[in-house]
């Protein structure tokens, strides 16, 4: 039988019936816990800057109505199913929502984002997975659940612990999609990268996941000089800036003043795919370079001459693999990857569900390297 909790028979849930209505908070009944599923209570949700012009449909992306949106949670796990074999009610966890078909691990959707673009994901979202975190409980799949070390993360320091808060912890999912890139291009200790842009939020998390994972200089770039002072201030030794003009001469030449750069990690907005900096970044990179390309979501021009006699290596990467998770919460337990004020990042604001429409202009507006908005089902 499942194991669970004493659970309510309905909860509140944030829900959007149509991409060009407002979303309305709803009392639904509770989720029906079903075999390689778990039902958690949620405890904070952060949104991501582009919040709403996913839900509002500006996006363009598919989405199948009416759903529960969200995205990445902590939350406290309620019921398990009968396959469970680790998890339990009462643990902490971080629910994840890149999720992943069990019979063809090709097929794979943002939970609460997207319905996915092929046959496969539109019916595993359209049957199983339509409603996401922006309610009081959600149906995950088990293998989302991350589970969280409460004795070492949320411990007081005189205990050995590292005395984060649990709102500190829902920060995790920027670095995380950082780490699989990074990852991917194997970012060694000792080692020199470019991050471009790296003033945002997913550019931000890639330089304090650079810095857990031991690079020695983090050459990081931006338009605004003023959040690039911001990066900088992070770690004053081992980050150094430049500033992204738009001449990719230019800014090759100010790259080769840092010496040989190793590593070149990329995850800019679909505005950003005519940038200069993919051409002047990829150029800059060390004979055996490697380059992590995470961001564009467009065509983008790419140096042929420098990839081929530089003998250089180009990977793309949407979000990371199952197995990068072990190696990514190491660093979390161990202090590696620093969270809250001291690891740079700030929460601007918590919003119930009945606040949707503000916390989304706050998520749009306070976007920076370690900023982040809540809202608190």
Partial sequence: MATTESLPQSHR??????PDQPLVVEVRPLPQLTSGSAIVRNLNVPLVSYSRDVWSGKRGVPMITPMVPGGTCVARVAAVGPDATSLKPGQLVYVHNFIASRD????????GFTSGFSPGTQSMVAKEWRDATLAEYSKVPLENCIPLDETRLLGSPEQGGLGYTVDELAYLGFPLVAY???RDIDLKPGETIVIAPATGQFGGAAVQMALAMGAATIIAMGRNTQA???VESLDPTRIKTLQMIGDWEKELEAL????PIDAFFDISPREAKDSSHYKSCISALRRNGRASLMGGLGDMTIPGFAMVFGNLQLKGRWMWDREHIAGFMRLVNSGQLKL???GGNEITGKFGLEQWDAAFD???EKARLGQMTLMIP
């Fill in 340 to 342: 809250g004020p001291r």
């Fill in 228 to 230: 690039l002072q911001r």
């Fill in 104 to 111: 063809n691990p090709d097929e794979l959707v943002l939970f």
């Fill in 256 to 259: 080769k003043a840092f010496g």
């Fill in 180 to 182: 699989g890139g990074l």
């Fill in 13 to 18: 849930a944030l829900v959007l019936k149509s």
């Fill in 362 to 364: 706050n998520a749009a």
